[in-house]
Nanobody, 118 residues
Framework: QVQLVESGGALVQDGGSLRLSCAASGSIFRINDMGWYRQAPGKQRESVATITSGGSTNYADSVKGRFTISRDNTKNTMYLQMNSLKPEDTAVYYC????????????WGQGTQVTVSS
């Protein structure tokens, strides 16, 4: 059974930094695209950053220059380094991955809360 588990969410002050991790486990053959998404209260889930298996990245305009997505394919783990955090970054952050396994598809983590206080 494939699982994605996020970690690293916390309460941080305006201007602070956090590093989120997303670890995939189970009988995985291959992980293709991965990404971070977030959902703030009363808002729709939005894409924050994505990364292909080859390392190509894409960012939402709101986080460009502040967030960095990366992955370690040897550990089936993805990261999101978040710097210069703002109160508007407050949300539940979810990771997602397109996984080739006995049951292939897009898998989602359970989410981790990031709160930025002003």
């Amino acid at each position: 059974q494939v699982q994605l588990v996020e970690s690293g969410g916390a309460l941080v002050q305006d201007g602070g930094s956090l590093r989120l991790s997303c670890a995939a486990s189970g009988s995985i053959f291959r992980i293709n695209d991965m990404g971070w998404y977030r959902q703030a209260p009363g808002k729709q889930r939005e894409s924050v950053a994505t990364i292909t298996s080859g390392g190509s990245t894409n960012y939402a305009d709101s986080v460009k220059g502040r967030f960095t997505i990366s992955r370690d394919n040897t550990k089936n783990t993805m990261y999101l380094q978040m710097n210069s955090l703002k109160p508007e970054d407050t949300a539940v952050y979810y990771c997602a991955a397109d996984i080739i396994a006995s049951v292939s598809g897009r898998y989602w983590g359970q989410g981790t809360q990031v709160t930025v206080s002003s």
